[in-house]
Every structure is written in structure tokens, then in C-alpha cells.
């Protein structure tokens, strides 16, 4: 699967941004999809996901109340919408996805079991 996440860019603070990313080559739908970020110098770190079933999301405190992870199965996407922005959440964005995972799970490690998008950009001013 080929995963293209885009809608990265320059903010300022308080302002939103939708990042998304597009899956080609599998179905996604039934994956677990997860958006983790890494700042310069920092490890990746978990954002935000959801678990196959879609019956579960999960999300990092820090952006809890601000970022929002949807997907839309019929266009093989998954969209995180970035509200309220901080200097701090500056970094890339990658998007996961994860297909031998449990159901009910989110996948909130960087694994080599996942397949990765390349990363966008998200830059914050303040």
C-alpha cells in the first residue's frame, strides 16, 4: 500500500489545518490508521488513531479537545483536523496503517509492521 499524506503548511498559532492522507493499492478501511508526528530532534510520537473497527479512537493528551481523526472509507482516506494549533505541535506528520492488530485496538507505537506514509509538514508560528 502507497500512503500520501498531504495538507501540511504554515499556520499561525490558534489557527487549523486538515492533514490527509490517501491510501492506494489496498483497501484501508479495515486497518487500524494512526497519525504520529516527530519534531526535530524528538522521537516520532503518537498523535491520534483509530482501531479497525472504527469503533475506537484514541488520542495523545496534548492535542485531546483539538485534533480529530476521521476516515472516509469510500475514498480509502483518513483526515486529521488540527484545530487551535501550538507552536509545539509543530513537526512532520506521518500516517500508519496497520492491518494484524486487533480490532478493538489503536495503534499507538511506531511498528515495522505498519506501512507509512512520507510525512508533511506542519509549521507553526506564533
Known amino acids: 500500500v502507497q500512503l500520501q499524506a498531504s495538507g501540511g503548511g504554515l499556520v499561525q498559532a490558534g489557527g487549523s489545518l486538515r492533514l490527509s492522507c490517501a491510501a492506494s493499492?489496498?483497501?484501508?478501511?479495515?486497518?487500524?490508521m494512526s497519525w504520529f508526528r516527530q519534531a526535530p530532534g524528538k522521537e516520532r510520537e503518537f498523535v491520534v488513531g483509530i482501531s479497525r473497527s472504527g469503533g475506537r479512537t484514541d488520542y495523545a493528551d496534548s492535542v485531546k479537545g483539538r485534533f480529530t481523526i476521521s476516515r472516509d472509507n469510500a475514498k480509502n482516506t483518513v483526515y486529521l483536523q488540527m484545530n487551535s494549533l501550538k507552536p509545539e505541535d509543530a513537526a512532520v506528520y506521518y500516517c500508519?496503517?496497520?492491518?494484524?492488530?486487533?480490532?478493538?485496538?489503536?495503534?499507538?507505537?511506531?511498528?515495522?509492521?505498519?506501512?507509512w506514509g512520507q510525512g508533511t509538514l506542519v509549521t507553526v508560528s506564533s
Open positions: 500508519s496503517a496497520r492491518q494484524y492488530i486487533p480490532a478493538d485496538i489503536v495503534d499507538v507505537t511506531p511498528s515495522r509492521s505498519a506501512d
Open positions: 493499492g489496498r483497501d484501508v478501511s479495515s486497518d487500524a
